[in-house]
């Protein structure tokens, strides 16, 4: 056994060397192997397309080892990077071999080739960006002369209100106009979607695409560390690219989506009606005691004891009760998404528990348009009541 396990030992060792070898002799017999090889290397139509302003020198440099690579005919490919494969009873190469070898290359580069590479990255990094704006146009008043930015300010506006104006018609319109399968019924909790990679419960709530320009965006919703969001109980996940936002309240939501006194999210059914339409985030109650089941709306939050304010739906409308709210919770790894947990929700009385939570959910897209998932409710202002299955 001994003998025979030595034995397999420099097999093993002799096939590394030899692939070692193979990939060291790819290494130099590719386009660029020496400094004035990479100096003197045209620049491809990929690399003056690409808007990347931080490339390293080592993605600059697998750029070109994967270019070489593909310029390889199938033969020569199996014969340097392929291993054979049991299942398909042939050499193949496997996933991930080509850029494992790119690294081992890269590592085994002395510092003048890397210095080489870096400074052809620098000059990628340099260039300007296509379809970027450096400047202001001068239609819009950027650079106009003898102006004191009057033209400037007045587009901006102009472009602002413009936008405002369309985002609040199509807020309310997918306020009243609610979908078959957005209704009440029995399948109803057992719809789902995807908000920031994970599948979440969305019941009744109204999901839809709204377009919501990038300069209104950062007037809505701030930006970055002066953003209008509490970053500890309204963000769940935040990226360059998306911020999943959850808002409970009622107050919360008309005071992030209301601009000089109009408000998109809360306004009469009709002209002259008592009826009006808004959204919350939405519980599911019940009693400790006769376990009877009911639908609340949250109205807002104390602000000192961080407790919602609910109030019943139906016939119970008039009622408004405080609830601890079910605690955020992510999961194992500690990284979104997570769940609610409901073991403290209780009623100040302890008569009634929170069983289930669907906050207003918003995904703010950096680009393109925004998704919001909505919890209608009618409030009559007469009766004072939210209306029963609204």
């Given at each position: 056994?001994?003998?025979?396990?030595?034995?397999?030992s420099?097999h093993s060792?002799?096939?590394?060397?030899?692939?070692?070898?193979?990939?060291?002799?790819?290494?130099?017999?590719?386009?660029c192997?020496?400094?004035?090889?990479?100096?003197?290397?045209p620049?491809?139509?990929?690399?003056?397309?690409?808007?990347?302003r931080?490339r390293?020198g080592?993605?600059?440099?697998?750029?070109?080892?994967f270019?070489?690579y593909?310029?390889?005919?199938?033969?020569?490919k199996?014969e340097r990077f392929?291993?054979?494969?049991?299942?398909?009873?042939?050499?193949?190469?496997q996933?991930?071999?080509?850029?494992?070898?790119?690294?081992?290359?890269?590592?085994?580069?002395?510092?003048?080739?890397?210095?080489?590479?870096?400074?052809?990255?620098a000059?990628?990094?340099?260039r300007?960006?296509?379809?970027?704006?450096?400047?202001?146009?001068?239609?819009?008043?950027?650079?106009?002369?003898?102006?004191d930015?009057?033209?400037?300010?007045?587009?901006?506006i102009?472009?602002?209100?413009?936008?405002?104006?369309?985002?609040?018609?199509?807020?309310r319109?997918?306020?009243?106009?609610k979908?078959?399968?957005?209704?009440?019924?029995?399948?109803?909790n057992?719809?789902?979607?995807y908000?920031?990679?994970?599948?979440?419960?969305?019941?009744?709530?109204?999901?839809?695409?709204?377009?919501?320009?990038?300069?209104?965006?950062?007037?809505?919703f701030g930006?970055g560390?002066?953003?209008?969001?509490?970053?500890?109980?309204?963000v769940?996940?935040?990226?360059?690219?998306?911020?999943?936002?959850?808002?409970?309240?009622n107050?919360?939501?008309?005071?992030?989506?209301t601009?000089?006194?109009?408000?998109?999210?809360?306004?009469?059914?009709?002209?002259?009606?008592?009826?009006?339409?808004?959204?919350?985030?939405k519980?599911?109650?019940?009693?400790?005691?006769d376990?009877?089941?009911?639908i609340?709306?949250?109205?807002?939050?104390?602000?000192?004891?961080?407790?919602?304010?609910?109030?019943?739906?139906?016939?119970?409308?008039?009622?408004?009760?405080?609830?601890?709210?079910?605690?955020?919770?992510?999961?194992?790894?500690?990284?979104?998404?997570g769940?609610?947990?409901?073991?403290?929700?209780l009623s100040?009385?302890?008569?009634?528990?929170?069983?289930?939570y669907?906050?207003?959910r918003?995904?703010?897209?950096?680009?393109?348009?925004?998704?919001?998932?909505?919890?209608?409710?009618?409030?009559?202002d007469?009766t004072?009541?939210?209306?029963?299955?609204n």
């Open positions: 056994r001994s003998r025979k396990a030595t034995i397999n420099f060792f002799v096939a590394l060397f030899v692939r070692r070898l193979a990939l060291c002799l790819f290494f130099y017999s590719m386009e192997h020496t400094v004035e090889d990479v100096a003197s290397l620049f491809t139509t990929k690399e003056l397309e690409d808007k990347r931080k390293t080592y993605h600059v440099f697998l750029s070109s080892y270019r070489d593909n310029n390889l005919t199938t033969e020569a199996l392929g291993t054979y494969s049991e299942v398909f009873m042939e050499s193949i190469v996933k991930g071999t080509v850029a494992k070898c790119a690294c081992s290359c890269w590592k085994s580069m002395d510092l003048e080739m890397k210095e080489a590479w870096k400074k052809r990255a000059w990628l990094n340099w300007g960006v296509p379809g970027k704006f450096e400047v202001v146009p001068f239609e819009l008043g950027g650079t106009q002369q003898n102006d930015g009057t033209l400037l300010k007045n587009n901006v102009e472009a602002l209100t413009i936008q405002w104006g369309k985002v609040v018609r199509n807020l319109s997918c306020l009243v106009n979908r078959r399968n957005e209704g009440s019924g029995k399948k109803r057992q719809r789902t979607d908000f920031g990679g994970a599948q979440v419960s969305i019941a009744d709530s109204i999901i839809r695409l709204i377009d919501f320009d990038y300069l209104l965006k950062k007037v809505v930006n560390a002066g953003s209008n969001l509490n970053f500890v109980t309204e769940g996940k935040y990226t360059n690219k998306v911020t999943h936002v959850h808002i409970a309240s107050k919360r939501i008309k005071e992030l989506l601009v000089h006194s109009e408000c998109a999210v809360s306004f009469r059914l009709r002209h002259n009606s008592s009826q009006w339409v808004s959204c919350a985030g519980v599911s109650i019940v009693g400790t005691a376990c009877l089941s009911t609340g709306y949250v109205m807002e939050e104390d602000e000192k004891s961080g407790c919602w304010k609910i109030q019943f739906e139906g016939i119970n409308g008039d009622r408004m009760m405080q609830f601890k709210p079910p605690a955020y919770q992510f999961n194992i790894d500690g990284k979104f998404p769940y609610y947990q409901y073991d403290d929700a100040d009385d302890g008569n009634y528990k929170i069983v289930e669907w906050p207003i918003i995904l703010l897209f950096r680009e393109g348009q925004c998704k919001f998932a909505f919890n209608r409710y009618i409030f009559n007469t004072k009541q939210i209306d029963w299955n």
